[in-house]
């Protein structure tokens, strides 16, 4: 009987915004006091530390706040525990997967189908200069609109969202404030990420005026 002995590991990339996998094997992490791994492109890595026989540390540069994150985990749940997922503090974008294989997988794939969905039903599949970019910024947009922390400053929290090529535009329904957002770059993806608030202000009696956005960023 052919056993497994490896845990599969999946984390996003802080730099390119892609998973990279990677097998662990369960030897490895009992003797090393610490295991590393780095995406192909060279810019993000993970590391794994055994703190003693029975808690790791994980630490991970986040791609939704900016900041570098540390995660514990026990021995027997990287052993025994089919997935263990770990979610940015800040954002709640998922960060990290470690567990059985083809789990790990299914649940990157399932990500990953979420956003080819969306792009298929509003039918930009070759319209966007990043695609998997604007996703994640309309997500991020539509957390903080959750949050009652998209509104503009004569009050109003309609606001209308257009989809541009490297940009989401925002705009008041009831002044006509706007805003826009780049999305084109993984850099535009992390300023987004680091946002708390987004502001629409200026002229709320005319609608041909010039408008500005204030976006306040989470602390550090």
């Known amino acids: 009987m052919l056993i497994d ?36 492109c060279n810019n993000s890595r993970i590391f794994i530390f055994k703190e003693n026989f029975r808690d ?33 503090p800040v954002t709640g974008i998922q960060q990290c997967f470690i567990g ?22 509003l039918g930009y599949d070759n319209y966007f200069k990043n695609t998997r970019v604007m996703y994640d910024s309309l997500n991020r947009i539509h957390d903080i609109a959750e949050q009652g922390s998209l509104v503009c400053e ?12 490297d ?11 706007t805003a826009e957002v780049r999305a084109a770059s993984n850099e535009d993806l992390k300023e987004l990420f680091a946002v708390r608030h987004i502001f629409l202000t200026g002229n709320e009696n005319y609608k041909g005026s010039d408008s500005k956005s204030f976006l306040q960023k989470t602390d550090g």
Do not use: W
């Open 5 to 40: 002995t490896s845990v599969t590991v999946a984390y996003k990339c802080s730099s390119c915004g892609g998973y990279i996998f990677f097998d662990v094997s369960y030897f490895d992490l009992l003797s090393k006091k610490k295991y590393h791994a780095a995406c192909c």
């Open 56 to 88: 790791y540390k994980l630490q991970i540069d986040c791609i939704g706040c900016g900041n570098n994150h540390t995660y514990s985990i026990k021995r027997k749940d990287i052993i025994g525990k089919d997935i263990s997922v770990f979610s940015c």
């Open 100 to 121: 059985n294989g083809d789990l790990v997988r299914n649940k990157v794939d399932s990500l990953e189908k979420e956003m080819d969905a969306l792009i298929d039903k």
């Open 154 to 165: 004569c009050g109003n929290g309609d606001i209308e969202l257009s989809l541009l090529s």
């Open 167 to 177: 940009r989401i535009y925002m705009r008041c329904r009831k002044c006509y404030a």
